[in-house]
């Protein structure tokens, strides 16, 4: 069984830039959400993608875009990008959006903003 | 108040110890609890999830759940230096069945 990959494993981008982090979920899982874990803190949810549709949104501006895939792949998109973007960008992948359904997570992709 | 809140830490334990970590939730309609694990620069691994009160047990791991209180807790038998790590609670509310919201972790560490 495949886990959840993401690439790439470390970025560093400078203020106004735009960049594009992609995730390949665990063999099997249709649902993929995507969180970001600035140092120190627990990461916080941005989005999830449900068969190719956005299944909900946590607090982030909309300069944070994203896409899923037919075969559940997804990306992440950060435009104008900000110093506070810095961050662990984190993917986990899930079978269907229950509750109760445990989210799997990849290594993430450090990014550093200059 | 924080929507998941734990203690940070750090928790020192004696190896061979019982190591407790303890989180609070504040929304009540709140279904499912996970526990993950994070070593320093990996990524969250997740090694407990509880869905109803009471206990659940997984090898040396105990997840504990007391909705009234609003309580989740995990116990670490005959802690180990690999289980040196930050903990991190995590909730899935009803309704909004999709998002995990995190604690900030608690520091647990495991002295030979």
């Known amino acids: 069984e495949t886990g959840v990959t993401q690439s790439p494993t470390h970025l560093i981008k400078t203020r106004g830039q735009q960049v594009t982090l992609r995730c390949s979920s665990q063999s099997g899982h249709n649902t993929v959400s995507w969180y970001q874990q600035a140092l120190g803190q627990g990461p916080q949810f941005i989005f999830q993608y449900y068969r190719e549709e956005e299944n909900g949104r946590g607090n982030f501006p909309p300069r944070f875009s994203g896409l899923q895939f037919p075969n559940y792949s997804s990306e992440l998109n950060v435009n104008a990008l900000e110093l506070d973007d810095s961050a662990l960008y984190l993917c986990?992948?899930?079978?269907?959006?229950?509750?109760?359904?445990?989210?799997?997570f990849g290594d993430g992709t450090r990014l550093s903003i200059l | 108040q924080k929507e998941v809140e734990q203690n940070s830490g750090p928790l020192s334990v004696p190896e061979g110890a019982i190591a407790s970590l303890n989180c609070t939730y504040s929304d009540r309609v709140s279904q499912s609890f996970f526990w993950y694990r994070q070593y320093s620069g990996k990524s969250p691994e997740l090694i407990m999830s509880?869905?109803?009160?009471g206990d659940k047990e997984d090898g040396r791991f105990t997840a504990q759940l007391n909705k009234a209180s609003q309580y989740v807790s995990l116990l670490i038998r005959d802690s180990q230096p690999s289980d040196s790590a930050t903990y991190l609670c995590a909730v899935i509310r009803g309704g909004s069945n999709y998002k995990l919201t995190f604690g900030k972790g608690t520091l647990l560490t495991v002295n030979p």
């Open positions: 986990a992948s899930s079978l269907g959006t229950g509750g109760g359904q445990p989210q799997h």
């Open positions: 509880i869905y109803s009160n």
